[in-house]
């Protein structure tokens, strides 16, 4: 997966961590990463906050030459870096930090000259504490299930315009090496353009997962890999979608959806995208194609006609919005509809029988 980004010349880092006894701003008596950083308090409503701020001078953070990671206050709970370098030759990484629960890194070794960020090695003495996760524009090239093993508490992991040309289907693989449930449940890898989407890799983790962002892909259905098991998202109740360039949606996609916990599908594609940008139905007046029908279908038969907020089809690039899809639309008899099972009733013991009906004919 390959993501293309354009750089700002912002440059700011916030380290805040918990002081309860801490009221007053502190020009002094605290070391800092780096000469141009200064460490405020700040109060929330129930605590007050140490924050190092770094304002940037036109230079670049590089790790380890001009930014001592290891004077980062012990206490620190967030962490917020943005642009900068690790040099991945001289294997540095954040010191132990048992309070460290959030990171925010974004433009991180971005020149032709630098290597690829140290994904497995940065962060694995603060890993197993950390719940939030945020990379954006950084280079990554690709993702192994090395890059997040041993992330046992992350809850929310935003992968926004970095650079990944390969995405493995197992990188959700060691999230918890020791077996136990992972706690992911927010996932976002957004704004770029892919070569491949392997669906597999969400396996390890629809059990967990509740929000799911993959917004401007630019996704094609040849670029969307069904291969792998089957699975259900267990919890997931939001999916996005936007601003890809699928014709149709992918059975995988489709089979691993909850009627019990699916509340919102965003399929909408902006009208200020490039014109080689796809949309569902290409060829026809809105989303009455036959690559459409088995969506419909799921829609009704699940009884849940509002969940598809947005989807937009057509040569004209029609937005429907708000559960107006699939509406009141017949598709012809020759277009696909779903396998459904049935119980039925004999003599002998119950047994379960395939068929092919019509779900908005079901009564729930």
């Not at 780096?34 to 605590?47: A, F």
């Not at 690039?317 to 598709?331: M, Q």
């Not at 509809?337 to 013991?349: D, E, I, M």
């Amino acid at each position: 997966m390959s993501l293309w980004f354009w750089l700002t010349p912002t440059l700011s880092i916030l380290l805040t961590s918990m002081n309860p006894a801490a009221t007053e701003p502190i020009q002094n008596g605290l070391e800092s990463p780096h000469p141009d950083c200064h460490n405020v308090v700040t109060s929330s409503s129930t605590q007050a906050l140490l924050t190092l701020q770094c304002q940037s001078k036109g230079n670049m953070y590089v790790i380890p030459d001009n930014f001592n990671v290891t004077c980062i206050s012990p206490k620190t709970v967030h962490l917020e870096i943005t642009d900068g370098w690790v040099r991945n030759e001289s294997l540095t990484a954040l010191p132990p930090r048992s309070m460290l629960r959030s990171v925010h890194l974004e433009r991180f070794n971005l020149d032709s000259t630098h290597a690829r960020f140290p994904m497995n090695t940065f962060f694995v003495n603060v890993k197993v504490h950390l719940q939030t996760f945020r990379l954006a524009q950084i280079k990554l090239l690709h993702l192994t299930s090395l890059d997040f093993e041993g992330f046992s508490s992350l809850e929310s992991l935003r992968l926004s315009q970095v650079q990944v040309d390969v995405l493995d289907h197992n990188i959700f693989q060691s999230l918890t090496p020791d077996g136990s449930l992972p706690k992911l449940s927010y996932l976002e890898i957004s704004r770029g353009v892919t070569k491949s989407f392997n669906w597999s890799v969400l396996k390890p983790i629809s059990g967990s997962l509740k929000h799911l962002n993959l917004d401007d892909l630019m996704l094609t259905v040849g670029q969307w890999n069904c291969s792998g098991a089957a699975f259900k998202l267990e919890q997931t109740s939001t999916i996005s979608l936007r601003n890809n360039s699928l014709t149709l949606v992918p059975p995988c996609f489709l089979n691993s959806l909850s009627e019990q916990a699916l509340v919102s599908l965003d399929l909408e594609t902006s009208p200020h995208l490039p014109a080689s940008q796809s949309v569902f139905c290409p060829s026809s007046g809105a989303c009455g194609c036959c690559d459409m029908s088995l969506l419909a279908y799921w829609v009704k038969g699940a009884g849940l006609s509002q969940v598809v907020r947005s989807i937009t089809c057509g040569e004209s690039k029609t937005t429907f919005r708000n559960g107006s899809f699939p509406g009141k639309i017949v598709y012809q008899p020759n277009c696909p509809k779903p396998a459904t099972t049935r119980r039925v009733t004999s003599p002998t013991p119950s047994s379960t029988v395939a068929t092919s009906v019509d779900p908005s004919a079901v009564t729930r």
